[in-house]
């Protein structure tokens, strides 16, 4: 009986798993996908398909509203087209915020998985620097590090990477106690596999559901911190736009052109809403605990 | 031919047997995506009154979907479609919500198989019996209190008045059964739907529980739904049988005549599947006359937890004074209950703990000390296989990785591992096109047959086997045991095997240790395990064992 080989079930595609379904089924998070891919492309390509440069000054056409000619978001106190300065800021800001993420989600996990599978000392260690970390007043030090260092986007993104990767390495940490006590990792061990292939290649594979989830929340929030931090004039530096700069620009003219402000903030708005969004769709999608029936 | 009813009256006992719950055409729907189409397609069956009916069969043979449907509690995604049934008198499918709770606890009660989880961790024992009455508006809170110590007491709890202010971690597995036994019972119902209650027990607990609920049922005269998949267990408690498979009733009748002249062909091989006691001794494998391969010396491992400085350090001793020899090519079984430590045995055996003091000598050399970088060396030689297919397999790798990772890691060459992991795939029975294949896909043996593939990868000198066949239907657990005992014989591979179950030891063992409280208590062939054993403890465990009357009355049958 035991020679008799099994006839497999036919294999699934990827679109066809119940993680795919969930997260289509989620119209929220599907908008904010939408969204964020249009946003994307528009900085991408906007640009270079809008009449005007971003940096081109038109004294004639000083503080036009919206919808005024070829200036389709209306032009600034210097005259320069805001529809080409926001995308332009979208560039920076997006990759800001991309790049701020992958390092914290990257710095993040790698802590995570060494203080949750290590135990003992080495995750006291590790984790209250966490705490440690997360004990500072987040813009507080945003400011303190912008005002000692050159405040280049670069720096920037270091700087904002810097202040969002204990979450990732909380939540990796608990995930790995917990995929550290299952029999496959002890069968790793059986089988005399090093510590880093148990750690990076057996675990953590299983871990990503959350630190794609957590990755996803990161970059909404580094979106957030580069607004701030450029809004308070320490982050990125003019002529080079971001949203948080352009904001600063409008604050003197909120009274007479509103739309200054109003369409970079809308902007961060969208942006940031739609990265929640995502997270949240992607979290519900990838909860196991309803696979059960 | 399967819906009609078949218990006649005349096999049935002396008194005009009366219906308590029949049940009649029963088909229930699953969602769309699951492999087939119904849970249950057209069941039906009778529970007669002051009976007790067991419902057998294998995971996924929908028993669980009939009993938790008789009580309302079907999930959401499922729809019963068809059928009829009716409890006392009254017509369970359709009744609405109110109705069927009025239902529950006073005329039907169910008993869970796990007790843990079944109880509220937060609530006193005392308070979860009262809240059963409470919760139907039975007697004032002094009478629910007189009556929940006279329950308390008749399950056979010791010391009811201090076990009501219990909590339930407090209580082991066997005492936590007891007071759902109790919860169940709090409404005087007159039925009784246990499901697989004794399942995640100790084999001797097994036997009180089984005995407290033929007691409970006789003295009521209840009438009781008892669903299993162990036929040693329905030798020991069942009137009658209904063996269930894939969601169809494919026999019905009085337990005597299932259990010794089975007709359908599934109950067959059920009943031939189910591991009896053999207690004759295997032939001693060639390699018994040289220097034995495992030898242990005076092995003791301690848990210790708290912490010393705040005096709250307590220390559990999981292995005591250990010692055993192992001959080449033979197989030695640890048996024992939870908690005996016999799977902290199993992992110092492997090095996946650290030894407190002793000697593990593996072919003449002591590995009990070695540093993990020395010991790496001997990993090869020594492999485990796992109790649980389900987690012991990495659910992100393929099975090609799985099988291939360990061998590569240890300098294989890529090509080799991939040949030899197809060779393997091949020797334990599954399609080589599993090869590329994730985990989930596969069913718990097959999972086993996998893990079983890992551990040979290495061709190595020593298995040591964790439970490996105890998360397993008995004929998926049949077809590992003889695909174990194939290796052995075609690779002289040498093997600890660890489990709980006697039965399943006497098959394949040369050799059995019997631990107790983490100390061996006796060691021995299994003629003299099984005949004449020696200690008190091998005697209550062997005495334990459900349908053993029924197995050495049938042996010739079972065999077949």
């Known amino acids: ?293 | 031919m399967m819906a009609q009813p078949v218990i006649t009256p005349a096999t049935a006992p002396e008194a005009a047997p009366e219906i308590a719950l029949s049940v009649r055409g029963l088909t229930i729907a699953l969602p769309k995506s699951m492999e087939r189409r119904y849970a249950v397609e057209d069941v039906s069956f009778d529970l007669h009154r002051g009976q007790i009916l067991c419902v057998v069969g294998e995971s996924g043979s929908g028993k669980s979907v009939t009993a938790n449907t008789l009580l309302g509690l079907l999930p959401k995604v499922m729809k019963t479609t068809a059928g009829s049934i009716t409890l006392e008198g009254r017509e369970v499918i359709g009744m609405g919500a109110e109705e069927l709770r009025d239902l529950r606890g006073r005329i039907v009660s169910m008993i869970f198989q796990d007790p843990l989880s079944a109880l509220n961790p937060l609530m006193t024992v005392g308070a979860q019996v009262d809240e059963a009455m409470a919760s139907h508006g039975m007697g004032t809170a002094e009478t629910r209190r007189t009556r929940t110590l006279e329950l308390l007491a008749e399950v056979g709890l010791p010391d009811p008045k201090l076990m009501y202010h219990q909590y339930p971690f407090r209580l082991s597995g066997g005492q936590r059964q007891r007071v759902m036994i109790a919860m169940a019972l709090a409404l005087e119902p007159t039925i009784l739907i246990a499901d697989e209650p004794t399942t995640a027990l100790d084999v001797t607990t097994q036997a009180q529980i089984l005995k407290l609920i033929r007691d409970i049922q006789r003295r009521k005269g209840m009438s009781v739904m008892f669903i299993t998949h162990d036929f040693g267990v329905v030798a020991e408690i069942a009137d009658s049988v209904v063996v269930m498979e894939k969601g169809h009733v494919v026999e019905t009748g009085p337990a005597d005549q299932v259990l010794r002249s089975p007709r359908h062909e599934y109950t067959q091989r059920l009943i031939a599947a189910v591991p009896h006691l053999r207690s004759e001794d295997r032939p001693a494998p060639a390699g018994s006359a040289e220097a034995p391969l495992l030898e242990v010396r005076n092995l003791v491992k301690t848990y210790a937890s708290g912490s010393a400085l705040l005096r709250t350090r307590r220390v559990v001793p999981a292995v005591q004074d250990v010692s055993f020899q192992l001959a080449r090519g033979s197989t030695l079984g640890i048996v024992g209950e939870s908690g005996s430590g016999k799977s902290s045995l199993g992992r110092l055996l492997v090095r996946l703990m650290d030894v407190d003091s002793g000697q593990i000598l593996f072919d003449g050399k002591d590995i009990a000390a070695l540093p993990e970088a020395e010991f790496r060396s001997f990993r090869p030689k020594i492999q485990m296989i796992f109790q649980d297919p389900f987690a012991s397999l990495n659910p992100r790798m393929t099975i090609g990785g799985i099988l291939t990772v360990g061998p590569m890691a240890h300098g294989m060459k890529a090509a080799e591992a991939r040949a030899q992991a197809r060779d393997l795939l091949k020797l334990v029975g599954l399609d080589t096109g599993a090869f590329g294949r994730y985990p989930h896909e596969f069913s718990g043996g097959q999972r086993q047959r996998i893990g079983i593939a890992r551990a040979l990868m290495f061709r190595p000198r020593l298995l040591v086997a964790d439970e490996a066949v105890s998360a397993l239907d008995v004929s998926i657990q049949a077809q590992i045991l003889e695909l174990l005992e194939r290796i052995q014989r075609e690779t002289g591979v040498s093997m600890v095997f660890i489990t709980h179950d006697l039965r399943v030891a006497s098959q394949i063992c040369d050799e059995i240790a019997v631990m107790h409280k983490g100390r061996i208590v006796e060691h021995g062939p299994p003629s003299q395990i099984f005949q004449t054993p020696r200690s008190d403890y091998t005697r209550e465990l062997v005495a334990a064992i459900p349908g053993e009357d029924f197995q050495r009355a049938a042996p010739a049958m079972a065999l077949n």
């Open chain 1, 1 to 293: 009986m035991t020679d008799m080989t099994v006839s497999l079930p036919p294999q699934a595609r990827w679109w066809q798993s119940r993680v795919v379904r969930r997260f289509t089924g989620n119209w929220l998070a599907l908008l904010g996908l939408a969204m964020i891919t249009l946003l994307t492309l528009a900085c991408i390509f906007g640009p270079s398909l809008l009449p005007y440069d971003s940096l081109y000054v038109d004294l004639r056409a000083r503080f036009a509203p919206p919808l005024s000619g070829q200036h389709y978001l209306g032009t600034d106190p210097l005259g320069r087209d805001i529809a080409a300065r926001l995308l332009m800021a979208g560039r920076i800001s997006l990759m800001v915020g991309f790049f701020a993420m992958l390092l914290a989600t990257l710095l993040g996990t790698v802590v995570g998985v060494i203080a949750g599978y290590s135990g003992g000392w080495v995750n006291s260690v590790l984790m209250r620097t966490v705490d440690g970390f997360l004990s500072f007043p987040t813009i507080f030090l945003l400011l303190a590090l912008a005002v000692a260092l050159q405040p280049t986007p670069v720096m920037i993104t270091i700087i904002i990477a810097l202040t969002g990767w204990m979450e990732v390495a909380r939540i990796v940490e608990a995930e790995v106690r917990s995929l550290k006590e299952r029999e496959f990792v002890m069968a790793g061990r059986m089988l005399g596999l090093g510590r880093a292939h148990i750690m990076f290649r057996e675990i953590l594979p299983n871990a990503m559901g959350p630190i794609i989830v957590a990755a996803t929340l990161t970059v909404a929030r580094a979106i957030l911190l580069e607004a701030y931090v450029s809004f308070l004039g320490f982050g990125i530096q003019p002529p080079l736009p971001s949203w948080g700069n352009m904001l600063n620009g409008a604050q003197q003219y909120l009274g007479t052109a509103p739309w200054l402000a109003i369409i970079p903030g809308v902007a961060i708005t969208i942006a940031v809403t739609s990265f929640n969004f995502i997270g949240d769709g992607l979290r519900d999608a990838l909860d196991v605990r309803k696979d059960t029936l």
